[in-house]
């Protein structure tokens, strides 16, 4: 199991021990950051996921994941950078 599957894990664990986060259900917090407002991602990460409980897990599982969208632990994790050929063919 990587750190990633462990990190998902221990948050859908807690998820599961918890009252639904604030987050639950909420479409704005799977999307792509460039799909949101600045001052609605900055709403967000300041008013749902600051005072948020299960934040610590929820960011932990988002830097072991790197997820191409959303907001985790109230941190945007921007899509990867295209690699360019030269670095495809090394």
Same mark, same amino acid.
């Given at each position: 199991?990587?750190?990633?599957?462990?990190a998902?894990?221990?948050?859908?664990?807690?998820?599961?021990?918890?009252?639904?986060?604030?987050?639950?259900?909420?479409?704005?917090?799977?999307? =792509?950051?460039?799909?949101? *407002?600045?001052?609605?991602?900055?709403?967000?990460?300041?008013? $749902?996921?600051? #005072?948020?409980?299960? &934040?610590?897990?929820?960011? =932990?599982?988002?830097?072991? *994941?790197?997820?191409?969208?959303?907001?985790?632990?109230?941190? $945007?994790?921007? #899509?990867?950078?295209? &690699?360019?050929?030269?670095?495809?063919d090394?």
């Amino acid at each position: 199991m990587n750190q990633g599957d462990r990190a998902y894990r221990a948050l859908h664990l807690a998820l599961a021990d918890a009252d639904a986060p604030e987050c639950s259900g909420d479409p704005r917090f799977i999307l =792509e950051h460039r799909q949101l *407002a600045p001052d609605e991602v900055k709403h967000l990460r300041l008013t $749902v996921c600051g #005072p948020c409980p299960l &934040r610590t897990l929820c960011r =932990e599982y988002g830097d072991a *994941a790197r997820p191409q969208a959303g907001i985790w632990g109230g941190k $945007v994790y921007p #899509p990867p950078k295209p &690699r360019t050929r030269s670095e495809v063919d090394q």
